[in-house]
């Protein structure tokens, strides 16, 4: 099977990778890490100085102000996409100007849709988040994408993933953002085609064995 993960899918790809058990990683022919980090995005974001000095004192409160006021903030999120404010954070945090307007409309529905408790949580999840140690052990081809303006986890992230993993390839999609797998579909969709078949062919003739150089 191949594992594939998009900025915090990608973090708890890595995070699995480290924690399950033996059988389970020999049943993975590979990972795709889209868009991610390797560590506390609060470190790996643009304007990273400033959002990591105010992690403490500011972004931590108002996380759990989210939480506990979740049915209004999940009530201003669905204002903030009908009176479009939420297309135009989409388009400055995700794309490039590339991007279509379904595509737009599309991504811009992800913060009305989610439960704003839920993802407040994930973001205070993140802060103590570092898998800095497991990209060594990454054992399977990793495929590391990242979009060439990355404003949400900048692109020096993905390039030290795609240094650290031993067989890693690294893939910047242009022009692109945090949302390259959505604005450079075409693309994206090839390279983890073309990736997932090789690790897949791979995997079979491993499995075969003796037995499939008989026949």
Do not use: K
């Not at 399950?20 to 990273?48: D, K």
């Not at 972004?59 to 297309?87: C, D, E, K, Q, R």
């Not at 945090?93 to 704003?116: C, I, K, V």
């Amino acid at each position: 099977m191949i594992l594939l993960g998009h900025s915090i899918g990608g973090m708890i790809t890595q995070t699995f990778w480290r924690r399950c058990a033996p059988e389970v990683r020999r049943r993975i022919a590979g990972l795709v890490l889209v868009n991610t980090t390797y560590t506390t995005p609060t470190l790996t974001t643009s304007f990273h100085r400033v959002i990591h000095a105010v992690r403490g004192p500011i972004l931590t409160p108002l996380l759990y102000l989210t939480i506990w006021l979740s049915p209004l903030v999940w009530l201003m999120n669905w204002l903030s996409f009908l009176n479009g404010s939420a297309h135009i954070q989409s388009r400055l945090t995700g794309f490039t100007g590339h991007e279509t307007r379904g595509q737009l409309d599309f991504t811009a529905r992800f913060t009305p849709l989610f439960s704003p408790a839920v993802m407040a949580r994930g973001a205070l999840a993140t802060f103590a988040f570092d898998e800095t140690a497991t990209l060594a052990e990454i054992t399977v081809p990793t495929l590391v994408v990242t979009g060439h303006r990355d404003r949400v986890l900048v692109p020096e992230a993905s390039a030290l993933i795609g240094r650290t993993v031993p067989r890693a390839t690294l893939l910047t999609l242009r022009p692109a953002g945090h949302m390259g797998l959505i604005e450079q579909h075409a693309q994206f969709c090839e390279a983890v085609d073309r990736f997932s078949t090789e690790c897949l062919g791979a995997a079979a003739q491993r499995a075969a064995g003796p037995r499939g150089n008989l026949a």
